[in-house]
């Protein structure tokens, strides 16, 4: 018994004294936090409240990533070595009309860059971290085997850069995210993209590939309430979010953002979940997946599936032939949160078949009217 009490005295010990540990719980609480309140993560303290000066940082005019906005499906046959480079830029952007926010990214939107590349490439990943950062940026490729997906060798400080190489070996759909200091704080302030590493034989010929991304924000202030908002560390650990969107804002996939096609085509769906929290229900209102590739692992497709299941810092692949004209809502199909944010539209222009379909509609849908009222 009393040997055990030493070893885990010794262990205590070293763990306290370890000096990477030491170092982000000082550098942490002198900046951030009080010293009074306990927390059991390796990384820095959650609890985080800071002084921002909105003029201090470029303001965008759109935070979020358009759905369309993927590189092409590569046509190499060969592997070769890709270079990538980010940018950890924090911005002030709107989550929702004449609501701000002080938006941590890669390369100025959320999600960050949708990033492409083959099975068997070698990655080369120049991530650079812009003077007027708040703090140390870096990143976490799922899609990496290492100690911390990448993070270990890019903790890069405000003006510096850090390069990051490595093997692409397993093909997949992969979230990668920052992961400095405390990594669910990075992620809710808008750290986060997809990356895919297509399989040696590619994959399936579509007409048309989205890009989604569900991710929450949690504000000091209730929902809906204007002006500025600050992040509230508290609502984040609580796993309260005011807001739960797709692609960085409220009404990001609707109105001029929404996803675009015709009877027949076939699409696939990227869909990943930055959470921090929450796991994603994601479905299409009025549409089955014909193919869903669960937990975006491709070997293993189920066939007509209603709703899937992206758990917080994963993804799933899903395909399907639209065959009637209108729009098509996604959703978390924890419905309650569509009030949250969490909703987007994909219009479908072309012949109605009432064989399929029919009956009497309504001139206005509610879902165009709301589409409306977003825009
Ligand atoms: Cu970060």
Redesign the pocket.
């Known amino acids: 018994m009393q040997i055990k009490k030493t070893v885990l005295a010794i262990l205590v010990t070293a763990l306290v004294t370890s000096p990477v540990y030491a170092s982000e719980k000082k550098s942490h609480h002198s900046k951030h936090s009080s010293k009074n309140m306990t927390n059991f993560g390796p990384g820095d303290h959650y609890a985080h409240s800071m002084k921002v000066n909105p003029a201090k940082f470029i303001k965008v005019d759109d935070i979020s990533r358009a759905a369309g906005n993927i590189p092409a499906p590569l046509k190499r046959n060969q592997s070769k070595t890709v270079e990538i480079n980010l940018r950890?830029v924090e911005v002030i952007g709107e989550i929702a009309d004449r609501i701000t926010y002080h938006y941590?990214t890669f390369n100025k939107t959320v999600p960050g860059p949708f990033l492409r590349v083959r099975e068997g490439d070698t990655v080369e990943l120049n991530l650079h971290n812009e003077k007027n950062s708040t703090?140390a940026?870096?990143i976490d490729l799922h899609a990496v085997t290492g100690p911390g997906g990448g993070m270990a060798v890019t903790k890069v400080e405000p003006g510096n850069s850090k390069t990051l190489s490595f093997k692409a070996k397993t093909a997949g759909l992969y979230v990668y995210h920052?992961a400095?200091g405390n990594a669910a704080t990075?992620i809710a302030n808008g750290?986060y993209g997809l990356i895919l590493v297509e399989p040696k034989k590619g994959l399936s010929k579509v007409d048309h590939e989205f890009y989604v991304m569900q991710g929450e924000l949690y504000t000091k202030v209730r929902l809906g309430k204007k002006g500025f908002q600050k992040f509230d560390s508290y609502k984040m650990i609580n796993e309260r979010p005011e807001y739960i969107v797709f692609n960085g804002r409220t009404g990001a996939l609707v109105g001029d953002g929404q996803l675009q096609a015709k009877v027949g085509d076939k699409i696939r769906l990227f869909v990943g979940n930055a959470g921090v929290a929450k796991i994603s229900s994601f479905h299409v209102i009025g549409e089955i997946f014909d193919t869903v590739y669960p937990e975006a692992a491709l070997n293993n497709p189920h066939k007509n599936v209603q709703t899937t299941l992206i758990p917080a810092g994963g993804a799933s692949m899903m395909e399907f032939k639209v065959d009637y004209p209108g729009n098509y809502v996604l959703v978390d199909h924890a419905l309650t949160r569509i009030d949250r944010g969490a909703w987007g539209i994909l219009n479908v222009t072309g012949e109605e078949n009432h064989k399929l379909y029919s009956g009497h509609f309504d001139d206005d849908t509610e879902s165009e009217k709301d589409a409306h009222k977003q825009h």
């Open positions: 950890a941590w703090h940026h870096g920052c400095a990075h750290m």
